[in-house]
Each structure stands twice: as C-alpha cells, then as structure tokens.
C-alpha cells in the first residue's frame, strides 16, 4: 500500500515520523510532499536514519503527482490551504482522502472537490481526522468519522495509521467539536498544570528539570490509573486524599479556587471556537 502525506509540518511530520517508526509501515510505501522544500529534504534524512521499520519514502514533485501514485492520502495543511490541495488533487476521488484540518468538515472536503471536478465531491472517500500533539511520541489521541463511501476495510485501513502513532477512535462527526475540547487542544491545558507543578517545586528549593520529572511522571501515572482502574475518576481522587492529610489540602484548594470550573470553561471555548471555524 502507498500512503501519501500532503503537509509535513509539526502534525503531519509527527504522525509519518510515528506511522514510519512503527510496524504497521513495514512493506508499505510513503509519499511525501509539502510546500515547502526545506521540509521534505528534512524528512528524507529523518526516515534515511536508523530507528525507522519504514524507509521507504518517496518526496513527489507536487500533490498531483502523489495523489495519483498513493492508495491514501492524508492531508496535513492550514485549513486555509485545504481547497487549493483539494483543487490539486480532486481527480483521484478513488483514493481515500483523509484532512486533519480543523473546523473543515466533511461537507466543506466535498464541496472543494466539487468546485475543481463537478461530482468528484459526491464520490470521494473521505475521511476527517483530529489527532493532537503527542502523535510526535507515539501518545496520540485520534478521532476519525467518515462519509457513506468509506468502507469499513478502508476505514480499518486508514485507522491502523492512526493507532500506529497512539490511540484512533471512530466518532460520528456532530462530536468533532467535542473531541477538540477534550483531546485535541487539552494538551496545552496538561502542560499548564504540569509548569505550575514545577514552579511551585522549584519556588521549594527543587531544581527545575528534576521537578520536570516529578510533576510530568506523576501526571502519566494518574492518566495510567483512570485508564485501567474500574473505579470512577471521583473515587480515584478520594482514595489519594487521606483525612487530615496533605493531600485533601490541596484540593480544598483547587475546589476553592474553581479548578474544575475553570477546566470547563476553557474547555468549552475551545469547542466555541472550533464551531465558530466550522460555521466560517
């Protein structure tokens, strides 16, 4: 199979970087090409070095000549580029197509490929993507949805890309907006909380990068125990807090600050804004 990635900037890098690195690549061809040069020369020597399964890659001239040659085709640019690729490649409405263009909807794929080749938009396979930052470590969390000409052996197809580089799942598309609050902006938000660990610890007399360590293994090890444990995120934080304890302190803290109400909040102009984008 040939997989063709169109914009290999910091998100489309990292998921062909992960998607290269890991076993789900082995036998399989991966075709590149972005805008700019620079990107693909780097990304050749990144996959010619040693700790790739996959080196096959082939950087393709323009979008047009990779389009024809890919089985799938993953676009990785600035929603505000999506309908001058989609113009490119709009002949080749027999690959998959998959954006990963933030408030571009499956409508608005169609739509672009109809405006370059009348009826290739109604026949195109498409499918939306939104993954975040930690594709780029192999902890991506990637939400998929699909139009009616998707198959689900292409589906499938397409997600083993995607849970190459950490976790894909299939949702319907009216919870893309959603899936921005909760995983794909929400990194930020963890890096937030993990910077504040660590100024307070060093505000405590711990160096700065041992305090890194500390504050960002106790956040994967909390993330770990409510992905596996049974029990409710609510019971989880109950047992951490002993009575008269240090623990139950801090949270009477955040509890009174707003900690919660805060998250929510910023959780949910991050979805405002992705529906904002949508509408626009």
Do not use: W
């Not at 949702?171 to 909380?193: F, L, N, R």
């Amino acid at each position: 199979m040939k997989i063709g990635f169109i914009g290999i900037g910091n998100m489309g890098g990292s998921i062909l970087k992960g998607y290269a690195k890991s076993s789900a690549s082995a036998g399989n061809v991966i075709l590149v090409h972005d805008r700019m040069t620079e990107n693909n020369h780097a990304m050749a020597e990144a996959i010619a070095q040693s700790g790739y399964t996959n080196k096959s890659l082939v950087v393709c001239n323009d979008n047009r000549e990779l389009a024809e040659e890919a089985d799938i085709i993953i676009i990785g640019v600035k929603p505000a580029i999506v309908n001058s690729v989609l113009k490119e490649i709009a002949p080749a409405t027999d690959k998959i197509i998959v954006s990963m263009a933030a408030g571009v909807s499956i409508a608005k794929l169609e739509a672009g490929l109809n405006e370059a080749v009348p009826g290739s938009g109604s026949a195109a396979k498409l499918i939306r993507i939104m993954p975040n930052t930690p594709a780029r470590v192999g902890a991506a969390m990637t939400a998929m949805c699909r139009n009616g000409n998707v198959s689900d052996e292409e589906f499938a197809a397409a997600k083993t890309i995607f849970d190459s580089v950490g976790v894909a799942e299939g949702v319907p598309e009216d919870m893309i907006d959603c899936v921005i609050g909760v995983s794909g902006s929400s990194p930020a938000y963890t890096y937030m909380y993990i910077e504040a660990l660590v100024k307070a610890a060093v505000a405590n007399g711990m160096d700065a990068e041992q305090a890194r360590v500390f504050a960002c293994q106790a956040v994967i090890g909390a993330a770990k125990m409510a992905l596996e444990s049974k029990e409710s995120l609510e019971q989880l934080r109950i047992n951490v807090c002993s009575p008269g304890g240090t623990t139950i302190e801090a949270v009477k803290k955040l509890q009174t600050n707003g900690f919660m109400d805060n998250v929510i909040e910023a959780f949910q102009a991050a979805v405002d804004r992705s529906k904002e984008m949508t509408a626009e």
